[in-house]
């Protein structure tokens, strides 16, 4: 089945610095990556998603790229705020619909 | 908005007794699925379902089943609750649109 590795599993930056997770894969199968973001208590929501014919996908100051031939996929914070502490959940699918997640980061904005 | 709704957030059992999770979805999505989420290991995928009265294995199977006889609802079953099935268990509803997740239970067996 599908592996997925997620790093760090723990990022503390400044307020207003940039953040970036990897996630890798191993299944060449797989066409579909989401990125949840769940907060302390909450349910995972998702934030983003790419699929496999799509290189980059942007959505204000979140960003998703996707490395098909090297199998890793990174979600990319720009100017983080507060509010974006969480922890952060990559996962991978395809067919059938299953996903299969990494492991999580726990982001800490720092004021 | 798609809702997912787990009937209780917070549950604790006693060892040996037999616990039913239940998942409901709003909108006529065929595929749901049950995950546990535990610290450093992530969300793991215990059992899913692509349609009523169909049934997959996940990952980690063991010591629980499950049951789909409505399309909306979902139920993890426990058949005799151990103290290593202590956890937080989530459910997902899967569209176009990837998963919503419920709120999560917090399963506590003492």
């Known amino acids: 089945g599908e592996n997925v590795e997620q790093h760090p599993s723990t990022l503390s930056v400044q307020e207003g610095d940039s953040a970036v997770i990897k996630c890798t894969y191993s299944d060449s199968a797989s066409n579909y990556f989401p990125w949840y973001k769940q907060e302390l208590g909450k349910r995972p929501q998702l934030i983003i998603d790419?699929?496999?014919?799509?290189g980059e996908k942007k959505d204000q100051r979140i960003a998703v790229t996707l490395n098909k031939t090297a199998k890793h996929f990174s979600l990319h914070i720009t100017e983080t705020q507060p509010e974006d502490s969480a922890v952060y959940f990559c996962a991978s699918g395809g067919t059938g619909n299953q996903f299969y997640f990494g492991t999580g980061t726990s982001l800490t904005v720092i004021p | 908005d798609v809702k997912v709704t787990q009937s209780s957030r917070y549950l604790v059992k006693r060892t040996g007794e037999k616990v039913f999770l239940e998942c409901v979805q709003d909108m006529d999505h065929e595929n749901m699925f049950w995950y546990r989420q535990d610290p450093g290991l992530g969300l793991r995928l215990i059992y899913f379902s692509y349609d009523v009265k169909m049934k997959e294995k996940g990952d980690i199977p063991e010591g629980y089943s499950v049951s789909r006889e409505k399309k909306e609802r979902f139920s993890l079953i426990l058949e005799s609750a151990s103290t290593n099935q202590t956890s937080m268990y989530l459910c997902a509803s899967y569209s176009n649109y990837g998963y919503t997740f419920g709120s999560g239970t917090r399963l506590t067996v003492v």
């Open positions: 790419i699929r496999s014919n799509v």
